[in-house]
């Protein structure tokens, strides 16, 4: 059973820094690419970043770009997000999706950046 | 990197049919064979229902189907259920980004 388990998210005051996890099981991980996609409270999906299978490709949304890097792990089946320079408007619940056509989804993990 | 447009709300009656557009660019869903849409329940995390504007994976009832034409796609859900309600999202591959998303569409089965 494919399952992906985000964590890393919690409270973080404008500026601040946090990096979420993705730990992905039940498929051959690092034959995938990956994605992280946000959904404000309220609001509807915005993809973030995407990396290839072998991290050789890498995009980021213009939102995002220059403060926040995706990376990924593929001995250890994770997928990251560092996030810094956290602004209001980063208030999402963050969810890693798999492959270009987000296919399986996690349970994502809320991040709240307030001060 | 604009969002798609969807309309913010459908409704439908149970048994009946409902359809719901997505309006792109010839630089996304005019342009690429790479639509999806995503159903999400509250609180839940979204499930694919339909890829490469026409495709459904497995487990995904029937009664869901895609198209395209131009720059704008469509999700048909038919035999509507009061399972179905719930927000649908639409997304395509485009030149400048592999992902865009739709703003989301609101369904409430009456």
């Known amino acids: 059973e494919v399952q992906l388990v985000e964590s890393g998210g919690g409270l973080v005051q404008p500026g601040g820094s946090l990096r979420l996890s993705c730990a992905a099981s039940g498929f051959t991980f690092s034959s995938y690419s990956m994605n992280w996609v946000r959904q404000a409270p309220g609001k509807g999906l915005e993809w973030v970043s995407y990396i290839s299978s072998s991290s050789s490709t890498i995009y980021y949304a213009d939102s995002v770009k220059g403060r926040f890097t995706i990376s990924r792990d593929n001995a250890k089946n994770s997928l990251y997000l560092q996030m810094n320079s956290l602004r209001d408007e980063d208030t999402a619940v963050y969810y890693c999706?798999?492959?270009?056509?987000?296919?399986?989804w996690g349970q994502g993990t809320l991040v709240t950046v307030s001060s | 990197q604009s969002a798609l447009t969807q309309p913010a709300s459908v409704s439908g009656s149970p048994g009946q049919s409902i359809t719901i557009s997505c309006t792109g660019t010839?630089?996304?869903?005019?342009?690429?064979?790479?639509v999806s849409w995503y159903q999400q329940h509250p609180g839940k995390a979204p499930k694919l229902m339909i890829y490469?504007?026409?495709n459904r994976p497995s487990g995904v009832s029937n009664r869901f189907s895609g198209s395209k034409s131009g720059n704008t796609a469509s999700l048909t859900i038919s035999g509507l259920q009061a399972e179905d309600e719930a927000d649908y999202y639409c997304s395509s591959y485009t030149s400048s980004s592999p992902w865009v998303f739709g703003g989301g569409t609101k369904l409430t089965v009456l």
């Open positions: 999706a798999r492959s270009g056509r987000g296919d399986y």
């Open positions: 490469d504007v026409s």
């Open positions: 010839s630089s996304d869903v005019g342009g690429y064979n790479y």
